[in-house]
């Protein structure tokens, strides 16, 4: 018997935590029993375009994003749906426009139409605020909701049931390994005595990197030997290379990277002074590796995991520099046992939606 196959329906799939939580997902399922395909929002190739061919999965792509051509978007969406009646369950990763392709998947008889729920607000941009408006309409016409956390799913689903899913990730990988932590130094010019203070995100508003160069710079003039790794690209990397400019080396940009054990190993302490989030994968990887984690206290409080995550508010940086530098910097010597008796070993995540994805196709064929 073939693999069921489901369609996962995205913006994109560049590195982001969405697209790792799928990623980790789709790693981890017994492809198979199930395989996943891509619906695109953008047509450009993409981070995990490579790997997910490799894994078996088809990737389409539409272009509105580009184009904002919406009645086009809509007559692809219909010609797409008509040409795959293959498709028993679709799993809607983008809110925004779940408005359009949840009723057009029901036209077309698909009858699993799961939604899931990454966030808990928006950028404040005009984007930002029109996918807002538009995500206000995604939840009519969902057979099923998931989310990453309490918050993001009371943000997206007003009111309305829904299943919290843990971002779950392969914890075991993320272990520190001195090794690789002193051979990932080297490679970017750092001693073992420095101070690394990291960050893993998209340069965008949300991720607040603006005021994370202004703890950093509090940090910096009390510990001149202090460093900054950020990972990562996006709009706004440009303007923070140009804002952290003054600080010359001590801030260190080294774009997307796949293999992120290396650098969580090379950090000392993880920050995350972000304007809003879900629950971040990031989060659940850092806590693996057994980082202390300081964190804005937008975020969910569920994202602690048992390693004493410290949530401080976005007010002066300052404030932020004596938490870090009030103590040694040590990593939480069981990690791994809090994040897997927490739940967000990405086997049990993954076991959940596998069985999901089969008993839904099969009550609905």
Request: proline share 6%.
């Amino acid at each position: 018997m073939p693999p069921v196959r489901v369609l996962q329906i995205v913006p994109a799939m560049n590195a982001g935590g969405m697209e790792t939580f799928i990623m980790n997902v789709y790693r981890t399922i017994d492809r198979q029993k199930v395989q996943f395909d891509f619906l695109y929002h953008y047509d450009m190739p993409c981070f995990y375009d490579e790997e997910i061919r490799r894994l078996g999965g088809n990737i389409y792509k539409l272009t509105v994003r580009q184009d904002n051509r919406l009645f086009l978007y809509l007559r692809r969406l219909n010609e797409f749906f008509r040409a795959h009646p293959e498709y028993r369950v679709i799993h809607g990763h983008y809110s925004g426009f779940g408005m359009f392709y949840t009723p057009i998947a029901r036209r077309h008889g698909v009858p699993v139409r799961a939604g899931h729920s990454h966030n808990t607000a928006y950028e404040h941009n005009l984007v930002g605020q029109l996918d807002r408006l538009m995500s206000w309409f995604f939840v009519y016409g969902l057979t099923d909701r998931f989310a990453c956390g309490q918050e993001a799913g009371k943000a997206l689903f007003h009111g309305r049931d829904f299943v919290f899913l843990p971002n779950g990730v392969d914890a075991a990988s993320f272990a520190p390994d001195e090794e690789l932590r002193l051979e990932t130094r080297r490679q970017l010019g750092i001693s073992d005595k420095e101070i690394v203070l990291g960050h893993i995100g998209r340069f965008n508003q949300q991720k607040n990197h603006p005021y994370l160069i202004e703890i950093f710079g509090e940090v910096l003039r009390r510990q001149p030997s202090a460093r900054l790794l950020l990972l990562g690209d996006g709009p706004e990397r440009p303007a923070i290379e140009k804002l952290a400019a003054p600080l010359g080396d001590r801030v260190i940009f080294a774009g997307v990277q796949s293999n992120t054990r290396a650098y969580y190993s090379a950090m000392d302490a993880f920050l995350l002074p972000s304007l809003f989030e879900g629950l971040p994968v990031v989060l659940a990887e850092a806590q693996s590796a057994g980082l202390p984690c300081f964190v804005s206290d937008r975020v969910d409080r569920g994202a602690d995991l048992g390693c004493g995550m410290r949530f401080l508010p976005l007010g002066s940086p300052s404030a932020w520099a004596d938490a870090l530098l009030e103590k040694p910097l040590e990593r939480c010597p069981d990690a791994l046992e809090k994040v897997r008796a927490a739940g967000y070993d990405i086997r049990h995540t993954a076991a959940w939606l596998q069985d999901f994805y089969l008993n839904a196709y099969e009550e609905n064929s």
